[in-house]
């Protein structure tokens, strides 16, 4: 939306309030800081602490894994030779730990601990693989593959490969075969309690479970990340980001059998721009409130997204039972094509094996702004806002929307939300206000004006 269109907007807000007197239900300052929030350009971005690798390595003390004894022929374990070589490369400054190219290394779950010397530089061009067998796996370290902690300015970059060799894990899972125990599975590419990261330019394949996870982690930048895994893959989130804030994930392409992207508890600042995703479920907040927990999540941002053939587009998703809140996001220049859900809050969300009891507190919902969403949805209800009976979700902002059926005709669902429509806003968002006089009067006011203005 343009910035003419937002004073106009608001500037009829404030009228509003003045004529109606009653307006303070809406909370001017929440949309202004809706409209407001901001996504720094990766480019633009300073983070003073991260190294370049400069081509002519001046400076750099290269630390390559085959000088540790790596095979490199994706049959010898590797495994000895990688931590060996990055204890080399964390204790020394100016430091690069290379995989080189055109070679592949079979590597265990490992962790690589930090701190490390300054200016490090992890530096991926070749692959890694993953033993593909889930019964040689570790059992000491189920949850991990290659999992990345306290490292403070560290750069991430190549164009290598992290291949997870997934396939027998996701056969094992209880979501492919209700027989089999639900476990966990090794998420492939782990960075926890770390800050100042920057990830360029890696491929993620086939993990195990979980692609990518950024966990209790600040100010880290992703770009140009891609992650495949096939569309009927169990849990294979792409990017997962827990408790941790200031994060950038821009130029992204993920494709995989679960979220393509997914923002847990204790997250905040999360921005994302030009991501493009599918198959999978979408871009989701959450879930959060499981088995009566707080969840908090603010301040998330995407701008610029295509999601093609997900269950999902934009989605937030809360157990019942949970307390705490998400509030203060914007979604906004979004294309669909195919997909199910364009627009969902689930306040009803369930993924247990058994049935999910009722209860009565819920996550908080409020302060979301859909903005420029448009395409083609699989399913009638392309909006469909389902919140808590005893929580609701309140100042849902629908603008510019246009969700289209290729056979039939489109509908928003709204139970116990609260919020408006303006600008065009198909299917029609009417349900927001139907509870509240007071917003029945703004919206039709915010047609006439617009009517009038235009
Ligand atoms: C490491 O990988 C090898 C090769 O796949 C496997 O045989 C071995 O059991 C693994 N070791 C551990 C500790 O996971
Ligand atoms: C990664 O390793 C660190 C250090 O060993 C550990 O504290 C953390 O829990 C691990 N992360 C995950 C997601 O397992
Ligand atoms: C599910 O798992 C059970 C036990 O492991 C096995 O006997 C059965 O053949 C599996 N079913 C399918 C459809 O793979
Ligand atoms: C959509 O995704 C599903 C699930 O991954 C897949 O089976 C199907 O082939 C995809 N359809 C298209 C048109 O890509
Ligand atoms: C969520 O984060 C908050 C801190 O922000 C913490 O108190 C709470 O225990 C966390 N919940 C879960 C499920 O980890
Ligand atoms: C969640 O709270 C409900 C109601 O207080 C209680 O019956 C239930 O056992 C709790 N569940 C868990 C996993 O703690
Ligand atoms: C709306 O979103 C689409 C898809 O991202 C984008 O191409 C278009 O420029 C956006 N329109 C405006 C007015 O920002």
Known sequence: MDNFFLVSFLGFLIAAQGIA?????YNIDMLEELESMDIEEENEIELSEIPTWKSERGGKVLVNVDSFGAAGDGVTDDTRAFQN???TACSAPESVFLVPEERKYLVNATRFKGPCADNLIIQIDGTIVAPDEPKDWDKTSPHIWLNFSKLD??????HGVIDGSGSKWWASSCKKNKSNPCRGAPTALTID???????KGLTILNSQQMHFVISKSNSVRINGVKVSAPGDSPNTDGIHITESTDVVLQDCKIGTGDDCISIVNASSNIKMKRLYCGPGHGISIGSLGKGNSTGI??????DTAVLKNTTNGVRIKTWQGGSGFVRGVRFQNVMVEDVSNPIIIDQFYCDSPTACQPRTSAVKISEIMYQNISGTTKSAKAINFDCSDTVPCSNLVLSNINLVKKDGTVEAYCHSAQGFGYGTVHPSADCLSSNDKRVEVAESSVQDILHTEL
């Open 193 to 199: 309690s770390s800050s100042a990261i920057k990830v």
């Open 153 to 158: 300015g560290v750069l991430f970059q190549g």
């Open 85 to 87: 070589a990055w204890i």
């Open 297 to 302: 999540v603010t301040e998330v941002i995407l």
């Open 21 to 25: 007197g009653n307006m303070g239900h």
